[in-house]
């Protein structure tokens, strides 16, 4: 079974930093390109990033480019998202996806004074 | 950007009734390589999204069969033949043939 564990979320000031972590397990990860997606409050969904295989190649929508940074670690089964810069429009749930087929539980990132 | 415009955007219906929702690209969402990479997506309340159609049409492996997806082009429907109970919450239509990925607004499906 897919499993998509997303840890490192919290409350955050405006300018501040934070790195969410997505553990996975069930499947083989280096198989497979990974994404973050979010749901703000009150919005629909928007993708944020995604990262192929190895790594090598990474995609982010235009709000994050220069303050976020995607990467991923294949033997330890596990995808990042360093968030610098943070702005109260980043508020938001932020979901580890597979393939766009296989979501984790979120979680809450909250940027606010 | 690829921009996909939902509609309605709220959708009060009666169970045992039928349910569409129409989702229109700002461009074809044909890939080079001849697919469309066009899905579905179903958000209960509380819980995380789930993948129910993927290339327009196919159905992910449990989802039942009253959904049903079509269209092409720029032009595509979600169908719900008899809405349940558990049918209730968001859906969304997402695009991944251009970058960025992008999703429709999202349509809630609630009772009537």
């Known amino acids: 079974e897919v499993q998509l564990v997303e840890s490192g979320g919290g409350l955050v000031q405006p300018g501040g930093s934070l790195r969410l972590s997505c553990a996975a397990s069930?499947?083989?990860?280096?198989?497979?390109?990974m994404n973050w997606i979010r749901r703000a409050p009150r919005k629909g969904l928007e993708w944020v990033a995604n990262?192929?295989?190895?790594?090598?190649?990474?995609y982010y929508v235009d709000s994050v480019k220069g303050r976020f940074t995607i990467s991923r670690d294949n033997a330890k089964n596990s995808l990042y998202l360093q968030m610098n810069s943070l702005r109260v429009e980043d508020t938001a749930v932020y979901y580890c996806v597979k393939d766009v087929r296989d979501w984790g539980q979120g979680a809450l990132v909250t940027v606010s004074s | 950007d690829v921009v996909l415009t939902q509609s309605p955007l709220s959708l009060p219906v009666t169970l045992g009734q039928p349910a569409s929702i129409s989702c229109r690209s700002s461009?074809?969402?044909?890939?080079?390589?001849?697919?469309?990479?066009l899905i579905w997506l179903q958000q209960r309340p509380g819980q995380s999204p789930r993948r129910l159609l993927s290339q327009v049409s196919n159905r992910e492996s449990g989802v039942p069969d009253r959904f049903s997806g079509s269209g092409s082009g720029t032009d595509f429907t979600l169908k719900i033949s008899r809405v349940e109970a558990e049918d209730l919450g968001v859906y969304y239509c997402m695009q991944f043939t251009h970058w960025p990925h992008t999703f429709g607004q999202g349509t809630k499906l609630e009772i009537k």
């Open positions: 990262i192929n295989k190895d790594g090598s190649a990474k």
């Open positions: 069930g499947f083989t990860f280096s198989n497979y390109w």
């Open positions: 461009q074809s969402l044909v890939h080079s390589d001849g697919n469309t990479y």
